[in-house]
Protein backbone atom coordinates (compact mmCIF):
# COMPACT_ATOMS: atom_id res chain seq x y z
CA UNK A 1 0.00 0.00 0.00
CA UNK A 2 1.54 3.61 -0.57
CA UNK A 3 0.01 6.21 0.96
CA UNK A 4 0.54 10.48 -0.21
CA UNK A 5 -0.08 12.69 2.92
CA UNK A 6 0.21 16.21 2.30
CA UNK A 7 0.18 18.55 5.42
CA UNK A 8 2.17 20.25 8.28
CA UNK A 9 5.67 19.41 9.57
CA UNK A 10 5.74 21.64 13.23
CA UNK A 11 6.53 22.63 16.04
CA UNK A 12 3.82 22.91 18.97
CA UNK A 13 3.56 24.04 22.57
CA UNK A 14 0.53 22.90 24.12
CA UNK A 15 -0.97 23.59 28.06
CA UNK A 16 -3.46 21.50 29.69
CA UNK A 17 -4.96 21.96 33.50
CA UNK A 18 -1.85 19.36 34.07
CA UNK A 19 1.05 20.76 32.38
CA UNK A 20 2.92 21.88 29.96
CA UNK A 21 4.96 21.12 26.81
CA UNK A 22 6.81 23.38 25.15
CA UNK A 23 8.32 23.35 21.27
CA UNK A 24 7.20 19.50 21.14
CA UNK A 25 7.14 17.99 17.35
CA UNK A 26 3.68 18.38 15.81
CA UNK A 27 1.63 18.89 12.55
CA UNK A 28 -0.64 16.95 10.94
CA UNK A 29 1.80 15.59 8.05
CA UNK A 30 4.40 14.10 11.13
CA UNK A 31 1.61 12.48 12.78
CA UNK A 32 -0.31 10.97 9.76
CA UNK A 33 3.15 9.39 8.72
CA UNK A 34 3.87 7.98 11.70
CA UNK A 35 0.62 6.44 12.16
CA UNK A 36 0.20 5.18 8.97
CA UNK A 37 4.23 3.76 9.45
CA UNK A 38 2.50 0.68 11.50
CA UNK A 39 0.44 -0.33 8.50
CA UNK A 40 2.99 0.66 5.60
CA UNK A 41 6.59 0.84 4.63
CA UNK A 42 5.81 3.06 1.47
CA UNK A 43 4.60 6.63 1.98
CA UNK A 44 5.56 9.93 0.81
CA UNK A 45 5.15 12.88 2.77
CA UNK A 46 4.85 16.71 0.89
CA UNK A 47 5.45 19.66 3.32
CA UNK A 48 7.78 22.30 3.97
CA UNK A 49 9.66 23.12 7.40
CA UNK A 50 12.70 25.64 7.92
CA UNK A 51 16.04 24.33 8.97
CA UNK A 52 15.32 24.57 12.40
CA UNK A 53 13.76 21.42 12.29
CA UNK A 54 15.65 18.74 13.99
CA UNK A 55 17.32 16.18 11.34
CA UNK A 56 16.93 13.52 13.71
CA UNK A 57 13.37 13.56 13.33
CA UNK A 58 13.42 13.58 10.03
CA UNK A 59 15.70 10.80 9.89
CA UNK A 60 13.17 8.81 12.33
CA UNK A 61 10.56 9.07 10.12
CA UNK A 62 12.96 7.70 7.19
CA UNK A 63 13.04 4.47 9.42
CA UNK A 64 9.87 4.29 9.99
CA UNK A 65 9.45 3.98 5.70
CA UNK A 66 8.80 7.74 4.97
CA UNK A 67 9.87 9.15 1.62
CA UNK A 68 10.81 12.85 2.12
CA UNK A 69 11.49 13.82 -1.03
CA UNK A 70 8.51 15.87 -1.15
CA UNK A 71 9.74 18.07 1.52
CA UNK A 72 11.11 21.08 1.54
CA UNK A 73 13.44 22.34 3.69
CA UNK A 74 13.69 27.01 3.74
CA UNK A 75 17.06 27.48 4.45
CA UNK A 76 17.43 30.37 6.85
CA UNK A 77 13.81 29.96 7.64
CA UNK A 78 11.42 29.09 10.56
CA UNK A 79 8.92 26.36 10.56
CA UNK A 80 5.10 26.37 11.61
CA UNK A 81 4.23 27.28 15.20
CA UNK A 82 1.31 26.69 16.98
CA UNK A 83 0.47 27.19 20.93
CA UNK A 84 -2.73 26.39 22.58
CA UNK A 85 -4.16 26.33 25.83
CA UNK A 86 -7.13 22.88 26.30
CA UNK A 87 -9.77 23.59 28.49
CA UNK A 88 -10.55 21.05 31.74
CA UNK A 89 -12.78 18.47 29.57
CA UNK A 90 -9.80 18.40 26.91
CA UNK A 91 -11.99 18.94 24.36
CA UNK A 92 -12.27 22.65 23.87
CA UNK A 93 -8.60 25.04 23.53
CA UNK A 94 -8.05 28.43 22.94
CA UNK A 95 -5.24 29.19 20.31
CA UNK A 96 -3.01 31.28 21.49
CA UNK A 97 -0.02 31.66 18.83
CA UNK A 98 -0.77 30.70 15.41
CA UNK A 99 3.14 31.53 13.34
CA UNK A 100 2.95 30.63 9.47
CA UNK A 101 6.27 30.64 8.86
CA UNK A 102 7.74 28.77 5.89
CA UNK A 103 4.05 27.50 5.68
CA UNK A 104 2.74 31.02 4.21
CA UNK A 105 4.70 30.16 0.91
CA UNK A 106 3.98 26.42 1.02
CA UNK A 107 3.30 25.99 -2.97
CA UNK A 108 3.10 22.04 -3.03
CA UNK A 109 5.10 20.32 -5.80
CA UNK A 110 4.51 16.44 -5.78
CA UNK A 111 7.38 14.14 -6.75
CA UNK A 112 6.49 11.82 -9.65
CA UNK A 113 6.07 8.90 -7.79
CA UNK A 114 3.65 10.37 -5.18
CA UNK A 115 1.14 11.25 -8.05
CA UNK A 116 0.32 7.58 -8.40
CA UNK A 117 -0.37 6.75 -5.54
CA UNK A 118 -3.29 4.94 -4.28
CA UNK A 119 -3.99 6.34 -1.27
CA UNK A 120 -3.75 10.00 -0.36
CA UNK A 121 -4.65 12.23 3.23
CA UNK A 122 -4.81 15.40 2.61
CA UNK A 123 -4.12 17.21 6.10
CA UNK A 124 -5.73 20.16 7.52
CA UNK A 125 -4.63 23.56 4.93
CA UNK A 126 -6.12 25.80 3.02
CA UNK A 127 -8.52 24.53 0.29
CA UNK A 128 -6.49 26.00 -2.54
CA UNK A 129 -3.25 23.82 -1.55
CA UNK A 130 -5.30 20.97 -1.37
CA UNK A 131 -7.13 22.07 -5.04
CA UNK A 132 -3.59 22.11 -6.33
CA UNK A 133 -2.67 18.60 -4.33
CA UNK A 134 -6.15 16.95 -6.32
CA UNK A 135 -4.59 18.47 -9.96
CA UNK A 136 -1.49 17.11 -9.76
CA UNK A 137 -2.57 13.35 -9.06
CA UNK A 138 -2.78 10.78 -12.31
CA UNK A 139 -6.62 9.83 -11.58
CA UNK A 140 -5.36 6.34 -10.22
CA UNK A 141 -6.22 6.60 -6.54
CA UNK A 142 -8.43 4.40 -4.65
CA UNK A 143 -9.30 6.36 -1.70
CA UNK A 144 -8.79 10.02 -1.05
CA UNK A 145 -9.14 11.40 2.37
CA UNK A 146 -9.53 15.13 3.38
CA UNK A 147 -9.32 16.60 6.92
CA UNK A 148 -10.19 20.22 7.08
CA UNK A 149 -11.53 22.67 9.89
CA UNK A 150 -14.25 25.37 10.76
CA UNK A 151 -11.90 28.21 10.04
CA UNK A 152 -11.70 27.30 6.31
CA UNK A 153 -15.49 26.93 6.79
CA UNK A 154 -15.62 30.52 8.15
CA UNK A 155 -13.27 32.37 4.92
CA UNK A 156 -13.63 29.77 2.34
CA UNK A 157 -17.24 27.75 2.03
CA UNK A 158 -17.41 27.94 -1.69
CA UNK A 159 -14.12 26.76 -2.25
CA UNK A 160 -13.78 24.26 0.94
CA UNK A 161 -17.11 22.52 -0.99
CA UNK A 162 -15.33 22.34 -4.04
CA UNK A 163 -12.77 20.55 -2.66
CA UNK A 164 -14.71 18.16 -0.93
CA UNK A 165 -16.93 17.14 -3.92
CA UNK A 166 -13.70 15.69 -5.09
CA UNK A 167 -12.51 13.14 -1.61
CA UNK A 168 -13.69 9.81 -0.37
CA UNK A 169 -13.71 10.51 2.72
CA UNK A 170 -13.98 13.77 4.93
CA UNK A 171 -12.73 13.52 8.81
CA UNK A 172 -14.24 16.35 11.38
CA UNK A 173 -15.42 16.95 14.64
CA UNK A 174 -18.74 17.20 15.69
CA UNK A 175 -19.53 21.01 15.43
CA UNK A 176 -17.54 20.89 12.14
CA UNK A 177 -20.33 18.82 10.89
CA UNK A 178 -22.89 21.16 12.11
CA UNK A 179 -21.87 23.96 10.28
CA UNK A 180 -20.68 22.32 7.40
CA UNK A 181 -24.77 20.41 6.83
CA UNK A 182 -26.79 23.23 8.60
CA UNK A 183 -27.65 20.22 10.30
CA UNK A 184 -27.99 19.90 14.46
CA UNK A 185 -28.39 16.07 14.24
CA UNK A 186 -24.91 14.17 13.24
CA UNK A 187 -27.10 11.83 11.71
CA UNK A 188 -28.83 14.24 9.29
CA UNK A 189 -25.64 16.25 9.37
CA UNK A 190 -24.01 12.73 7.60
CA UNK A 191 -26.94 12.58 4.95
CA UNK A 192 -26.23 16.25 3.87
CA UNK A 193 -22.20 15.31 3.69
CA UNK A 194 -22.70 12.59 1.94
CA UNK A 195 -25.04 14.91 -0.78
CA UNK A 196 -21.62 17.15 -1.21
CA UNK A 197 -20.14 14.25 -2.36
CA UNK A 198 -17.66 11.93 0.08
CA UNK A 199 -18.84 8.00 0.22
CA UNK A 200 -17.66 7.91 3.70
CA UNK A 201 -17.59 10.70 6.60
CA UNK A 202 -15.81 10.38 10.25
CA UNK A 203 -16.77 13.03 12.50
CA UNK A 204 -14.31 12.86 15.49
CA UNK A 205 -15.93 13.25 19.20
CA UNK A 206 -12.92 14.10 21.25
CA UNK A 207 -13.03 11.57 24.36
CA UNK A 208 -16.09 9.98 23.08
CA UNK A 209 -14.33 8.30 19.89
CA UNK A 210 -15.65 8.76 16.52
CA UNK A 211 -18.67 8.40 14.01
CA UNK A 212 -17.84 6.54 10.55
CA UNK A 213 -20.59 6.89 8.46
CA UNK A 214 -21.00 5.48 4.90
CA UNK A 215 -24.35 6.08 2.93
CA UNK A 216 -25.92 2.91 4.56
CA UNK A 217 -24.23 2.26 7.78
CA UNK A 218 -22.90 4.13 10.93
CA UNK A 219 -20.37 2.91 12.89
CA UNK A 220 -19.52 4.02 16.61
CA UNK A 221 -15.78 3.73 17.73
CA UNK A 222 -15.09 4.57 21.28
CA UNK A 223 -12.18 5.66 22.68
CA UNK A 224 -10.92 2.85 25.02
CA UNK A 225 -10.99 0.52 22.05
CA UNK A 226 -8.79 2.43 20.28
CA UNK A 227 -6.51 2.86 24.12
CA UNK A 228 -6.36 -0.78 24.26
CA UNK A 229 -5.42 -1.34 20.19
CA UNK A 230 -2.40 0.68 21.27
CA UNK A 231 -1.55 -1.21 24.07
CA UNK A 232 -1.12 -4.20 22.69
CA UNK A 233 2.48 -4.52 21.04
CA UNK A 234 1.66 -7.95 18.83
CA UNK A 235 -0.43 -5.01 16.77
CA UNK A 236 2.45 -3.70 14.71
CA UNK A 237 3.23 -6.93 13.64
CA UNK A 238 -0.24 -8.50 12.95
CA UNK A 239 -0.92 -5.31 11.01
CA UNK A 240 2.43 -5.48 8.43
CA UNK A 241 2.26 -8.74 8.33
CA UNK A 242 -1.19 -8.43 6.65
Known sequence: MDLLTVGTVAFDTIETPFGKAEMVIGGACTYIS????YFTNNIHLVSIVGDDFPENELQRLRDRGVNLEGLKIVEGGKSFFWAGRYHNNMNNRDTLVTDLNVLADFDPILPQAAKSAKYVMLGNLTPAIQKSVLDQLDGSQKLIALDTMNFWMDIAMDELKEVIARVDLLTINDEEA??????????NA???IHEMGPKYLVIKKGEHGALLFSEDDIFLLRLYLWLRFLTQPEQETLLRED
Request: aromatic content about 6%.
Open 190 to 192: AKA
Open 34 to 37: WSAS
Open 178 to 187: RQLSGEHSLV
